[in-house]
């Protein structure tokens, strides 16, 4: 865990400012700060400490009464890489722990886009999937933006797109959790005639979860490229994965229960279990990234009029079979 030191030196002597300012530079371990308060600018110090590589400095204040100046130790790349391996492993369980969380947070809190990307290759090279490395880091990526970007939730009425969006999650997470019912009671049924009304539900949902599609499209069409115009590309990168992931399944599903009879029932009930399961777990999870990060993400820094035109490129694309009446103008 990255841990920040204040110092004050506002109105000490020459040498007792030194006695504080150099050994606690000296004293940083890699990935801590060091923030020292003046009553004048330091410049004369950060031309100094720019002519070391190890330390990264940035002013937190300047002026007219006060300068604040954050001096950060930098990790190095073969540390980084080793801890970044390390976190990629522990976060592939399910259970990890909060402070597995909080140290791969600091970690890429200290680490830049640039130097995170080189990182990335040298870990594929070494056997880990790019893939694997987005998936397992997507949550932090995605925490470490909430964060910096999402101080309250806000709210907005229909028609506005994200208002929709967030109607058609309720609908999505209705049949999810419908879903992962007969799921579970799938594993105690024994055949097709077992099944009972639970194989004609079964078509149901996986045809709203197919008619999802266009919510998607207008997500990946409508919405992401106006947050990456803003700078916000990773999260949408995140989220177009997993639509490729989803569609994927779903598609599955889609055939498995609608030509049920294509199939003996114990390969049936095998793949139902397994996609079901994949489905209602994860489809839920990056609904919630959705709602609770994405959504607020753009509702802080697109215009209105980007909004607008948001909206538009929705009704263009078209809405699901059970989008709300009054969240569109196009059916």
Partial sequence: MSITRTIDVKGLGHTEKENLIFPGI??????????????????????????????????????????????????????????????IRQLKDDKVSAEVKEKAKNLLQTVDAKTLGILE???????????EIRK?????HLEIIKDKLVTEKIEVQPPHPAHTFMEEHIVILNSLNELSDIVKKLRSITSFK???????????????LLEAESHHQREEEGLFPKLEKHDITEPPEIMRMD???????????GEVTHNHRDYDFAEFKRKVIELGEYLAKELENHIFKEDNIIYQIALQILSPEEWEKVKKDCDKIGYCCFTPEDQNTEK
């Fill in 26 to 87: 000296e004293a940083l371990a890699e990935g801590n700060t060091l923030r020292i308060i003046f009553d004048f600018n330091p410049l004369p110090l950060v031309y100094i400490l720019k002519t070391r590589s190890e330390f990264e400095i940035v002013y937190e204040k300047e002026g007219p009464k006060e300068w604040i100046l954050n001096i950060t130790k930098i990790i190095s790349e073969d540390d980084t890489k080793e801890q970044l391996k390390e976190l």
């Fill in 121 to 131: 290759q040298e870990l594929v090279l070494e056997g880990i999937s790019h893939e």
């Fill in 136 to 140: 397992d880091l997507c949550d932090i």
């Fill in 194 to 208: 077992g099944m009972g009304p639970y194989l004609e539900k079964l078509e149901e949902i996986s045809h709203h």
């Fill in 243 to 253: 639509h490729v992931e989803f569609r994927k399944r779903k598609q599955e599903l």
